[in-house]
C-alpha cells in the first residue's frame, strides 16, 4: 500500500517546507494524539498564488486550487511534528475560509479542494467533518485559509 507521500507524488504534487508565520503562532502544535494547525494560506514558494475576493478577482476553480495548496501547507505542517504522514489515522476537520464577494455562495465547492486531496492521499482515513465559511477578508488578502485537525499514532 502506498504511503501518503507516495500518493501525493502520483497525483504530481509534493509536500513543501512549512510556511512560516506571518504572526505570533506557530504553524501547527500537537496535543495528546492530535495535531491542530494553524491557519494555511495559499502560499507557494514564499508569496501567495492569488489575492482578491472568490467571485470577483478569484474564479471558483482558481480559489479550489488554492484551497488544495492550504491543505498541502497544512500537511507539511503535521509532518514537520509527527516526522511521517504515514502516522496520520485520520484527518478529523477541516475548517476551509473562502473570502468571498456579496453574492457568492460556491464556499463548499471551494473547500473541496481541501478535501478532495486529503480524500486522495489518506483514502477512508482522509474522510472528515467540516465547515466551509465565507467571510468578508483574510490575512493578505488571501482567497482561502484551510485549518485540520488530525489524529497521529
Do not use: W
Not at 500537537?30 to 491557519?39: A, I
Request: hydrophobic fraction near 45%; include cysteine.
Amino acid at each position: 500500500m502506498p504511503t501518503p507521500e507516495q500518493r501525493l507524488e502520483q497525483l504530481g504534487l509534493e509536500v513543501p517546507s512549512v510556511v512560516p508565520p506571518v504572526a505570533s503562532y506557530l504553524p501547527a502544535v500537537q496535543t495528546g494524539n492530535y495535531v491542530y494547525t494553524s491557519g494555511q494560506l495559499p502560499m507557494r514558494d514564499g508569496s501567495l498564488i492569488l489575492t482578491g475576493k472568490v467571485g470577483d478577482a478569484v474564479t471558483a476553480d482558481e480559489a479550489v486550487e488554492c484551497a488544495q495548496q492550504c491543505a498541502l501547507n497544512g500537511l507539511a505542517a503535521v509532518r514537520s511534528l509527527v516526522g511521517d504522514l504515514s502516522r496520520v489515522v485520520r484527518v478529523v476537520k477541516l475548517v476551509v475560509f473562502v473570502a468571498s464577494s456579496a453574492d457568492f455562495t460556491g464556499q463548499p465547492g471551494v473547500a473541496n479542494g481541501a478535501s478532495d486531496l486529503v480524500g486522495k492521499v489518506f483514502g477512508d482515513a482522509g474522510q472528515h467533518a467540516r465547515s466551509a465559511v465565507g467571510v468578508s477578508v483574510l490575512p493578505l488578502d488571501a482567497p482561502v485559509e484551510v485549518e485540520m485537525v488530525v489524529e497521529v499514532s
